[in-house]
């Protein structure tokens, strides 16, 4: 329970990141929690160093920002040519 979330947050906050959110959940994943950490790499970092004590299995979701998705897709690739073009 509450030593859980206490644990995932001492892990973000030692990769100089936050615990957002940590919620119970019905069905295939037992809980979801929501970090904020510096880069993708400490994302890697916390999700490698949770699932070693081998009473975790998970997967790493990254969330993406409405600001960086406005970016991406206002950007042309011209060197790209899709396929069927």
Known sequence: GKAREEEAEKAAASMGGSLEAYYWCYGEMDFMMIINVPSEE????????V?????????????ISVDTMEAATSTELPFIRLPGE
């Open 42 to 49: 400490m994302a890697i970092k916390f999700s490698l160093h």
């Open 51 to 63: 699932g070693a004590s081998g009473v975790f299995n998970g997967k790493l979701t990254p969330l």
